[in-house]
């Protein structure tokens, strides 16, 4: 079984953050029930992070860094990881957030692609 590093909030942090960039209408609303029932994150708090931040501080900079990942194609700069680090972000947890957002972005492609069928509570996009 592998080491997970990251908190079940915080991936549900960083799934809502790519679902929301990528698109994807399934994980969008699979990730909101589950950080509100699962993760019990706050409906504030889901915002934000579809947004690509937090009202955490430190896990803003996780949720940010996803959402760079996530837009950029996973081009960062030494100075983006560096700010991860500095958060307290141990190398294993940045990888760790990295894959994150590899899984959720395949996920999100397989349902768009697929035109999976919402099976929880729709949610709606923001406006880009």
């Known amino acids: 079984m592998p080491v997970v590093q990251i908190d079940e909030p ?49 896990v803003a900079i996780a949720v940010g860094f996803a959402a760079k990942i996530t837009k950029d194609r996973g081009q960062v700069s030494d100075a983006d990881v560096q700010a991860v680090r500095d958060a307290g972000y141990s190398d294993a947890e940045i990888v760790e957030i990295v894959g994150h957002v590899a899984l959720n972005t395949l996920t999100n492609y397989i349902n768009e692609a697929l035109g999976t069928e919402i099976d929880f509570p729709t949610v709606g996009r923001f406006a880009a």
């Open 10 to 58: 915080t991936r549900e942090r960083i799934a809502l953050a790519v679902a929301e960039i990528n698109g994807c209408g399934y994980c969008l609303a699979a990730h909101n029930y589950l950080g509100t029932n699962l993760a019990k994150l706050s409906a504030e708090e889901i915002e934000a992070n579809r947004r690509g931040t937090s009202n955490d501080a430190k």
